[in-house]
């Protein structure tokens, strides 16, 4: 059975880092970039909140097909749109695997 949209893209743009890391840029040529190939209304791209991924963001995932991003940049995010979702391959740079679960980075103040 189809979704409503082909793809629903989730960017974190909330929490202690993907927002300071460029969270809301790659959200907005994401946005930007879907709408320019002519994905609207097959391509749903939202802001997240936080993923439990903190210091490997912004994080990018990519529904129905379960793929995280991280580390995305502005070029991430257009290659996303161009490779992903508009040619279904996958963009091995920026690929996140991670065992399943909460995979913050420890920071100083997480150890008080």
Request: aromatic share 6%; charged share 20%; hydrophobic share 35%.
């Amino acid at each position: 059975m189809m979704g409503q949209y082909r793809h629903h893209v989730f960017v974190c743009t909330s929490g202690k880092t993907c927002p300071l890391d460029g969270g809301l840029e790659v959200h907005a040529v994401l946005k930007k970039r879907a709408a320019a190939a002519g994905l609207k209304g097959q391509v749903r791209v939202n802001h997240a909140g936080c993923m439990n991924q903190c210091g490997h963001g912004p994080m990018v995932v990519v529904y129905p097909d379960d793929v995280w991003y991280a580390g995305v940049d502005e070029v991430g995010a257009e290659r996303i749109v161009e490779e992903h979702l508009l040619n279904g391959n996958i963009v091995q740079e920026y690929l996140y695997i991670a065992p399943p679960g909460d995979n913050k980075i420890k920071t100083a103040e997480d150890s008080d």
